[in-house]
């Protein structure tokens, strides 16, 4: 009897793997692929976005339908654009438990004393990533400037970011004189960008430290070409202090 069931258990099939969507990538991998290719593009066509994922179209139908019934894309006229869940599920992210509550009293405070519209922001895949934006007086004066959630690292924001980052950092471009800015980036505690990015658009921004000194976040102060950021970096400079003081519980 046992070797009979050895036997059968001998020969038994093994269970066949999860089938692969196209050029051997998974399906989780080949949804993610899509909800890039669709964030990139804003909204886009089926042969478009199997055409930039390197997907079967057959496939690429069937993971877009699927991310449609979780709600993480829509149908749209031109095709498909991203859906309202992966932007609730976005709010949710922050790189540093209470990071945002703690900004959210200071950015007000300082976005109502300055009329500079404030931005919380990290640094990630070599980009300033906007976590939250506070509205000042300025917003509607710069416009669809502050409708972009991602800018490049020289922004003030990020400048303060990699300053004290690891000097091993990736980034792009890297001029001969960056070292020497970042360590007075460093020492000063402030960054400014005067247009460097965007036309019309000023910014000065801090590091927001954490319970154990390092730095999280920035906290930066967008305005147009007439403030003084000079001026505006003392207030800039005050709001980043109290958002590292109440992560501290003070």
């Known amino acids: 009897m046992n070797e009979e069931r050895g036997a059968a258990t001998a020969v038994r099939p093994a269970e066949p793997p999860h089938p692969p ?10 949804a993610f692929a899509l909800l890039g290719a669709v964030e990139r593009a804003g909204e886009a066509g089926l042969t478009r976005l199997a055409a930039e994922c390197g997907l079967p179209k057959t496939t690429t139908y069937r993971l877009l339908e699927q991310l449609v019934e979780l709600g993480a894309v829509e149908r749209s006229r031109k095709g498909y654009r991203m859906g309202s869940r992966i932007f609730r599920l976005g709010q949710g992210w922050q790189p540093y438990p209470g990071l945002r509550t703690a900004a959210r009293a200071p950015a007000r405070r300082l976005a109502r004393l300055t009329g500079a519209t404030v931005g919380l922001n990290v640094l990630r895949e070599g980009q300033t990533l906007v976590l939250d934006w506070t509205p000042g007086d300025t917003a509607g004066a710069l416009g669809r400037s502050l409708d972009a959630g991602v800018w490049p ?7 303060v970011l990699v300053a004290g980052a690891d000097p091993r950092l990736p980034l792009d471009p890297l001029t001969g004189s960056w070292h020497r800015q970042a360590g007075t980036i460093r020492d000063r505690g402030v960054a400014f960008d005067r247009e460097e990015v ?3 658009v000023c910014c000065v921004a801090v590091p927001v430290h954490g319970p154990n000194g390092a730095v999280l976040a920035s906290l ?5 070409p007439a403030h003084s950021l000079d001026r505006l970096a003392g207030a800039v400079r005050h709001a980043g202090r109290a958002v590292g003081a109440a992560l501290r519980g003070r």
Do not use: N, Q
């Open 220 to 224: 930066s102060a967008v305005t147009d």
């Open 198 to 200: 965007a036309a019309g």
């Open 153 to 159: 690292w020289f922004t003030a924001a990020g400048k």
């Open 21 to 30: 969507d196209g050029g051997g990538r998974s399906v989780l991998e080949g």
